[in-house]
């Protein structure tokens, strides 16, 4: 008969003790999932105008600063335009040349490896426009600056960068 109890006192220890493991395990979880649903709505949404405004605010920016941000942003907007236009012209040559009755796979080939330099460089355009940013800011400024570019990375790993045309009314 103590047997009998002492098997029940330890399975109904277990059952306590399996009951505590699950309990933290889901206030574990739901602690994560809030945290990670903050994070996730802290991040900036980018303006597609007036960006030189957002950043100037973001980062408080003095006026020699969003200067050089205009600069940079102006040159690397000109740069990629043409990179991106490039890239647009190749996936044409691509599908053009898929939509051929014979399409030629050296061709598509050398087309392919054409829109992965370009790609490439677009993004080594994209590495250096941040690192110039980077290059003007003081550490706190750095800091908001890393974290706006985070919230710029889309599921692919690429960098989402607005378009904006106009320089001068930033």
């Known amino acids: 008969m103590q047997k009998n109890i002492k098997i029940l006192l330890g399975i109904i220890g277990l059952l306590v003790l399996l009951n505590l493991t699950i309990v933290g395990t889901i206030l574990y979880r739901k602690n994560e999932v809030t945290r990670y649903k903050s994070q996730e709505n802290s991040q900036k949404v980018l303006p597609t105008k007036r960006l030189g405004r957002f950043f100037k605010e973001e980062l408080n920016l003095s006026n020699k600063q969003q200067r050089a941000f205009q600069a940079i942003r102006q040159k690397y907007h000109q740069n990629s335009d043409m990179l991106l236009e490039k890239m647009d012209e190749n996936r044409n040559d691509i599908?053009?040349?898929?939509?051929?009755?014979?399409?030629?796979?050296?061709?598509?080939?050398?087309l392919s490896k054409d829109l992965g330099f370009l790609h490439t460089e677009l993004k080594n355009l994209t590495m250096n426009y941040y690192l110039d940013m980077k290059g003007i800011c003081n550490e706190k400024q750095k800091e908001k600056l890393f974290q706006i570019f985070k919230s710029m990375v889309n599921v692919n790993g690429d960098i989402s960068m607005p378009e904006e045309k106009n320089y001068k009314n930033n």
């Open 95 to 110: 599908l053009t040349e898929l939509g051929k009755e014979t399409s030629d796979t050296m061709n598509l080939k050398k």
